[in-house]
Nanobody, 124 residues
Framework: QVQPVEFGGGLVQAGGSLRLSCRGF????????MGWFRQAPGKEREYVAT????????FYADSVKGRFTISRDNSEKMVYLQMDRLEPEDTAVYYC?????????????????WGQGAQVTVSS
């Protein structure tokens, strides 16, 4: 089954930065909204950020607003999550999700394809 693929997780100290990358798929990628979600141990999966297919609309969870930046390059079928000023509470498995719809959404049920996840660990 074709699915998005995440790259770039790892271990970083609090206050540091990481960039996650996600390779999407399909000839209609530029019309697909993309989202980043995360799941910490013992917690439910939560929304992080989302971007419209065109890249013209961006939204963030309050917990990451001002620290994380989502972007995309439709010519390369790539989506990025730049994470700055990381905190130990950001430790989680981060998932990239691709929707068949063009508009962004914080609801995981709006996404049709999910990557396998990338571990991000922030040490204090």
């Amino acid at each position: 089954q074709v699915q998005p693929v995440e790259f770039g997780g790892g271990l970083v100290q609090a206050g540091g930065s990481l960039r996650l990358s996600c390779r999407g798929f399909g000839f209609a990628f530029g019309r697909n909204a993309m989202g980043w979600f995360r799941q910490a141990p013992g917690k439910e999966r939560e929304y992080v950020a989302t971007i419209a297919g065109s890249g013209g609309s961006l939204f963030y969870a309050d917990s990451v607003k001002g620290r994380f930046t989502i972007s995309r390059d439709n010519s390369e079928k790539m989506v990025y999550l730049q994470m700055d000023r990381l905190e130990p509470e950001d430790t989680a498995v981060y998932y990239c999700a691709q929707s068949v719809k063009p508009y962004p959404s914080p609801r995981p049920e709006e996404y049709d394809h999910w990557g396998q996840g990338a571990q991000v660990t922030v040490s204090s």
